[in-house]
Structure formats: structure tokens, C-alpha cells
């Protein structure tokens, strides 16, 4: 399974002094939240909930101390402190202290360990942040940037997994349609939004995975789009797919050398029955939170419409084991980000 792809790479960091080593237990618990982390939350659980973040790579399980200075030779020393988290670092050498959180994907938010928990938990139900951000301003602040951070880190994924992002396979439907000109829903509603869509969007989905597995790429409407189209076509689609298009794009897909059939959906609606609409509708529920990410990422700006698409894949491919996946994958994106991490091998993109 894909979300095993990365677990791999855990190992690359074992040398980070102590920030993420081998006997992280990852699981795939789809409610890690519920039935491990809660209970952590409640007061006074502040040691055990550090245990866990500790042991999950999430804050580091050593320090040592970063005064150049000091001659202590022995690392730095947990103890518990009257600060948010609850413990810091002590050097018995020169006493500095370091927080719990140092250097971790934590360090950047000023709030509770567990208020960050809850508000990672809430990006990965989706539920939207004016409904998880809890009193006062600071705190919606503090959690729209956790979102912002898990998105971020979604990206990255995405994007470090970009080059391995087939669809399709011998066989397989494949289904390449465009936001909002093709068939992806029955009643795009045009008229509620007031810049009519000017953010188009290629949108390729592998029927094969359930849900529906979706890579999806703004448009720019240039003059080489066509040209465009294509080649994300032939870099996406694995060999011996079928692929479904629009009537637009049919005449640009239907000669594409490997794939095994092109069909139009025009051609797919002769098949139905009573002129039912079946097949659109089968195509509506396969493109239902696709369409829903291309109106809402409308109003946003490139930049961040890119990110939203990344965020739309990322749910799609782990949406089912999001808490357990986001978190491992913070753990690897801090260790990647971390200067005292060890150089990565040449086989990760620059970006
Ligand atoms: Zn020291």
C-alpha cells in the first residue's frame, strides 16, 4: 500500500541524535486519535502524552546542550518545569534549558501540546477551522497556521511521491476529464460564483481504488495547453489503460500511443439504458469531492490553489488512516527540514 511507501525512510534519520529512530510504532489505527491520544489529553496526563510524542518521533527523546561554552559531556536532563509543556531540557552542567518542543513541528505554535493535537485531528476529519479553533483570536490564529502546517506537509509528500504518481494499469478506466468544460458533474453551478470559473483545472481519476484515486493540475489556458494536457496525460497514465474523456479532449487523447482504448463519454451515454444519465451520474459520485475542491480553490491564489489540489490528493490517498499518516509524515518532514539532520541521498527531488 502506498501509505507504507514512506515508512522506509524512517531509518534514514536513525542517526539524528535521538529525533526519530527505529522503533517508532507507526500504526494504522484510523482512530489513533480517539482511543490513544485522547485519553492523553486529560490534566495531569502531561508526562504520558510526552511519552507518546516522544516515542513517536513527534518531539525529540534526547538533547544536548547547544552552549557552545559549555563542557557538559552528558545529555541534557528531562525535567518537570512550570512551562506550557510541562517538562524541558535542563543542562546540569550550565543549566540551559531547552523546551520539550524544540525543534519540532510544535516549536512554531504557541499553544498546548494537546490543543496542537486536537487542531492536527480536526485537519484531518476536514472539519473546517472556524469549528476547531476554540476562544478567542489568538487560538484561531494559532489554529489556522497548524492547518496550514498540515497542508504543507501534505504537500511535501505528495510532491516527494510526485514522480511515481501513475494511474491506471492494463485495464484499468482511467478517467481524464477538465473543471468546469467537461462531464464532471450534471449542474456545475456557474451562476453562484462570480469570476465564472476562472481557474481551470485537468483532473485524471483511476476508477481502480476505492475511493477514487485523483491527480489533478491547474490549467493556464496558453496556447500550448493542448501540448500540456498531453504530456501530464502520458507522464500520469500507465501503459494499457482505458481512458474516459470528454468529447473536447477525445480528439487530442484517442491516438496516445500505449493506452489501450479511448472512449468518450459521449460514446458511454449511447450505452445507457432510457436515456437515464447513468453514466453521468456514475461520473458525478466519482468526481464529487474533486468538483467540490475545483469551486472552493476559486477564490484562492495560485499558490494556494495548488495546495489545495496536493490537499485534495493527500485525502484521497490517506484519508481513511489520516491522523496515524499525517503524523508520521510530520515526523519525516521535520527530520527533513531539521540542519542537524544528516544530508538526504540523492534520490529525494530538491523541492
Ligand atoms: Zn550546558
Given at each position: 500500500?502506498?501509505?507504507?511507501?514512506?515508512?522506509g525512510?524512517?531509518?534514514l534519520?536513525?542517526?539524528?541524535?535521538?529525533?526519530?529512530?527505529?522503533?517508532?510504532?507507526?500504526?494504522?489505527?484510523?482512530?489513533?486519535?480517539?482511543?490513544?491520544?485522547?485519553?492523553?489529553?486529560?490534566?495531569?496526563r502531561?508526562?504520558?502524552?510526552?511519552e507518546w510524542?516522544?516515542?513517536?518521533?513527534?518531539?525529540?527523546?534526547?538533547?544536548?546542550?547547544?552552549?557552545?561554552?559549555?563542557?557538559?559531556?552528558?545529555?541534557m536532563?528531562w525535567h518537570?518545569?512550570?512551562v506550557?509543556?510541562?517538562?524541558n531540557?535542563?543542562c546540569?552542567?550550565?543549566?540551559?534549558?531547552?523546551?520539550a518542543?524544540?525543534?519540532?513541528?510544535?516549536?512554531?505554535f504557541k499553544?498546548?501540546?494537546?490543543?496542537?493535537?486536537?487542531?492536527?485531528?480536526?485537519?484531518?476529519?476536514?472539519?473546517?477551522?472556524?469549528?476547531?479553533?476554540g476562544?478567542?483570536?489568538?487560538?484561531?490564529?494559532?489554529?489556522?497556521r497548524?492547518?496550514?502546517?498540515?497542508?504543507q506537509?501534505?504537500e511535501?509528500?505528495?510532491?516527494?511521491?510526485?514522480?511515481?504518481?501513475?494511474?491506471?494499469?492494463?485495464?484499468?478506466?482511467?478517467?481524464?476529464?477538465?473543471?468546469?468544460?467537461?462531464?464532471?458533474?450534471?449542474?456545475?453551478?456557474?451562476?453562484?460564483?462570480?469570476?465564472?470559473?476562472?481557474?481551470r483545472v485537468?483532473?485524471?481519476?483511476?476508477?481502480?481504488?476505492?475511493?477514487?484515486?485523483?491527480?489533478a493540475?491547474?490549467l493556464?489556458g496558453?496556447?500550448?495547453?493542448?501540448?500540456?494536457?498531453?504530456?501530464?496525460?502520458?507522464?500520469?497514465?500507465?501503459?494499457?489503460?482505458?481512458?474516459?474523456?470528454?468529447?473536447?479532449?477525445y480528439?487530442?487523447?484517442?491516438n496516445?500511443?500505449?493506452?489501450?482504448?479511448?472512449?468518450?463519454?459521449?460514446?458511454?451515454?449511447n450505452?445507457?439504458i432510457?436515456q437515464?444519465?447513468?453514466?453521468?451520474?456514475?461520473?458525478?459520485?466519482?468526481w464529487?469531492?474533486?468538483?467540490?475542491?475545483?469551486?472552493?480553490l476559486?477564490?484562492?491564489?495560485?499558490?494556494?490553489?495548488?495546495?489545495?489540489?496536493?490537499?485534495?490528493?493527500?485525502?484521497?490517498?490517506?484519508?481513511?488512516?489520516a491522523?496515524?499518516?499525517?503524523?508520521?509524515?510530520?515526523?519525516?518532514?521535520?527530520?527533513y527540514?531539521?540542519?542537524?539532520?544528516?544530508?538526504?541521498?540523492?534520490?529525494?527531488?530538491?523541492?
Amino acid at each position: 500500500m502506498d501509505n507504507n511507501n514512506s515508512s522506509g525512510t524512517a531509518d534514514l534519520y536513525a542517526a539524528d541524535g535521538g529525533y526519530a529512530s527505529k522503533d517508532v510504532c507507526y500504526n494504522n489505527d484510523p482512530n489513533l486519535f480517539e482511543t490513544t491520544v485522547e485519553p492523553l489529553l486529560a490534566p495531569g496526563r502531561e508526562a504520558d502524552l510526552c511519552e507518546w510524542l516522544k516515542k513517536n518521533g513527534l518531539i525529540a527523546k534526547e538533547q544536548k546542550c547547544s552552549n557552545n561554552e559549555c563542557s557538559a559531556t552528558e545529555k541534557m536532563q528531562w525535567h518537570r518545569a512550570r512551562v506550557v509543556d510541562k517538562f524541558n531540557w535542563v543542562c546540569l552542567e550550565c543549566k540551559k534549558k531547552l523546551p520539550a518542543r524544540h525543534s519540532s513541528f510544535f516549536s512554531d505554535f504557541k499553544c498546548e501540546l494537546g490543543y496542537a493535537l486536537k487542531v492536527i485531528d480536526g485537519w484531518c476529519k476536514n472539519i473546517p477551522l472556524t469549528n476547531v479553533g476554540g476562544e478567542g483570536r489568538t487560538k484561531a490564529n494559532v489554529a489556522k497556521r497548524i492547518y496550514n502546517g498540515c497542508t504543507q506537509v501534505a504537500e511535501w509528500q505528495l510532491k516527494k511521491m510526485v514522480t511515481d504518481f501513475k494511474l491506471g494499469g492494463p485495464d484499468v478506466v482511467v478517467i481524464v476529464d477538465i473543471f468546469p468544460d467537461g462531464n464532471m458533474s450534471l449542474e456545475v453551478p456557474t451562476t453562484s460564483h462570480n469570476n465564472n470559473f476562472s481557474k481551470r483545472v485537468l483532473c485524471i481519476a483511476d476508477t481502480a481504488h476505492v475511493p477514487v484515486r485523483v491527480w489533478a493540475s491547474l490549467l493556464d489556458g496558453s496556447n500550448k495547453e493542448n501540448y500540456k494536457i498531453l504530456e501530464m496525460v502520458k507522464n500520469h497514465v500507465m501503459q494499457g489503460s482505458t481512458i474516459v474523456t470528454n468529447e473536447i479532449l477525445y480528439p487530442l487523447l484517442h491516438n496516445l500511443p500505449g493506452i489501450g482504448e479511448v472512449i468518450s463519454t459521449e460514446a458511454l451515454m449511447n450505452l445507457d439504458i432510457n436515456q437515464d444519465q447513468k453514466s453521468l451520474k456514475n461520473l458525478e459520485t466519482i468526481w464529487a469531492t474533486t468538483v467540490e475542491a475545483c469551486i472552493q480553490l476559486q477564490d484562492m491564489s495560485t499558490t494556494q490553489a495548488e495546495q489545495h489540489l496536493y490537499e485534495l490528493q493527500w485525502r484521497q490517498m490517506y484519508g481513511f488512516i489520516a491522523f496515524p499518516s499525517i503524523i508520521q509524515q510530520i515526523v519525516e518532514y521535520t527530520a527533513y527540514h531539521n540542519p542537524i539532520c544528516p544530508p538526504l541521498p540523492s534520490i529525494w527531488p530538491s523541492n
